[in-house]
């Protein structure tokens, strides 16, 4: 329980379902005063409030468990990501090793079945194995950011809010008298209340890599302070103007280097996933597209949370384990090293790897089909 209106509702259903349920609220362990707290955050002093006054609403235990440790590991990830040159997605990561991971634990501890969240995707058991798929209302769809927790996990999970609008969740919490019937949906990343990541990377004194802005083709731009205040497809902040916009389509920490382009250079025709995971799906099963060689199969994939599945041919590595490329059929902007590709087929959601690396689209084969505003947060 988040303190939010969705954790409200899922416990709220649960319980009208006859579940026996106890409230978890996660303690990250970073000290923000109340007033510095955005209205739109999680995990904060008020929302671990508002999780205990729902609780007690709606008459289960309720108990803030201290993820600090964890949350730091979680934290040092992030910011180690941009010093690589890569732009982390701590949420999926978060997914994938505290609520699916961490909790599990707790409700072993408990003598708990399973944990429910209120996340907006759909869950069913097939043969024994989880069947995931977006959830009813792909304005508010989560799907993406539980590619990467295991079957093992999702087969303990519960989902209620799946196969519900946002509005009809906010209409239940107010009929029922919830008091987060009207509270704003939280907008940032948890461990970063300000909404600037590079403040965080400030306080943690990282290292930066600072260097030249160059073009593609290695033309010197201006300077810039370090690579880690950038991430792909980035088009606002780098103070380079004149003509044409110019979106950040490299990094090269090594170098000290932020490559520059335009938005047709900000695409990519392929990309390297790594540490696949396949949800109630198995690629060796696939037909192969000349009965031999490595395992081929056509699906849509996902680059980012507010991203479009784009169809495209995945290819299983058959000498790297957990590797596969993904060939998109139409060229995608803004590819980026650590976040993740999620692979769909329609609504249902087969797994996915996190991004190693991005093959920019070859010269006269650009192209924007597709494409949206490559501006990145």
Known sequence: MS?????????????????????????????????????KSCCSVGDARDARMVAAR????FQAVDLGSEFGNLIQFFVDEYSRGRTPNPCALCNRDLKFGRLMDFADEL???AVATGHYARLDVENGRPILRRGVDHTKDQSYQLFSVSEAHLLRTRLPLGSLQKTEVRAMASNVGLKTAAKPDSQEIC???SNDYRILLKERGVTLHPGNFVSPRGKILGKHKGTEHFTIG?????????????????LRPALGEVVLGTKAECFS???????????????GEEPQSDGNGPVRFEAEVQVRYHHGAAPATIEISDTEPGVFTVHFHEPQSAVAPGQGAAVYRGDRLLGGGWIRSAVPVSDGTKSESGAEDASAT
């Open 58 to 61: 709606l008459e289960i235990p």
């Open 234 to 250: 980035q088009r606002r902040g780098h103070g380079i103007g004149g003509g044409t916009p110019l979106y950040v389509v490299a």
């Open 111 to 113: 003598g708990c079945e």
């Open 269 to 283: 025709e392929s990309l390297v996933a790594d540490d696949a995971n396949w949800i109630g799906f198995d690629p």
């Open 191 to 193: 461990f970063v209340p």
């Open 3 to 39: 303190g939010g209106v969705d954790s409200s509702v899922a416990a709220w259903m649960l319980g009208e379902e006859g579940h026996s349920l106890v409230g978890l609220f996660m303690r990250n362990g970073v000290k923000v005063a109340e007033e510095d707290v955005p209205k």
